[in-house]
């Protein structure tokens, strides 16, 4: 683990992974349930399925610039 990393950031950013993660867990479900009629749900689970997959990704990706893991463009050393 890097010297200078901040434990405050490090728990938000890993809590917001994990959470996001865990509401894309339950989208996925719901879109995978077998339809009992064919009334349409009252709750849109496809946008957001696909808003939270966006967050987590954003998140994994600052994890790993956390941890010292260079993502993105940059200046080649």
Known sequence: MPPDLNSTELWLTATV???SLSIVGLMVWLERR???NLNPRLFPTTPVLL???FIGLL????LL???GIHTGRGTTP
Do not use: K, M
Request: hydrophobic share 55%; charged share 5%; proline share 6%.
């Open 17 to 19: 992974f994990l959470g």
């Open 34 to 36: 077998p339809r009992t």
């Open 51 to 53: 808003a939270f997959a």
């Open 59 to 62: 998140a994994l990706v600052h």
């Open 65 to 67: 610039n956390l941890y």
